[in-house]
């Protein structure tokens, strides 16, 4: 199973951006599905996630309201919408995937056995 980010850019203060995340090797279906961040000098955090099964999303309360994850099966992609941005959006996103149950824990970034290599998002204000 391969994870290939792209879609990150420079934007502006209240901008949108749309990442997308491509997996090889499986079907997209049997995995639970999530994006990750990592602002310059700080921990490895949870953004959001789509569970395997059901297709329920959960997110940071960081990014609740502004940010969207969705998959499309038939692309075999998850993507991560992204509105109103603000400068502490800040980082480098790592879209990461688990065919396995992660419950409650979905935030953990332990759960997640594939990721991807990372993009850039950079807000300026």
């Known amino acids: 199973v391969q994870l290939q980010a792209f879609g990150g850019g420079l934007v502006q203060t209240e901008d949108s951006l749309k990442l997308s995340c491509a997996l090889s090797?499986?079907?997209?279906?049997?995995?639970?599905l999530a994006w990750f961040r990592q602002g310059p000098a700080e921990e490895r955090e949870f953004v959001a996630t789509?569970?395997?099964?059901?297709?329920?999303?959960s997110y940071a309360d960081s990014v609740k309201g502004r940010f969207t994850i969705s998959r499309d099966n038939a692309k075999n992609t998850v993507y991560l919408q992204m509105n109103s941005m603000k400068p502490e959006d800040t980082a480098v996103y790592y879209c990461?995937?688990?065919?396995?149950?992660?419950?409650?824990?979905?935030?953990?970034?332990?759960?997640?056995?594939?990721w991807g290599q990372g993009t850039q998002v950079t807000i300026s204000s």
């Open positions: 789509i569970r395997r099964a059901t297709g329920i999303t």
């Open positions: 090797g499986r079907p997209i279906s049997g995995y639970t």
């Open positions: 990461a995937a688990t065919p396995s149950y992660v419950g409650g824990n979905y935030y953990t970034r332990y759960q997640y056995e594939y």
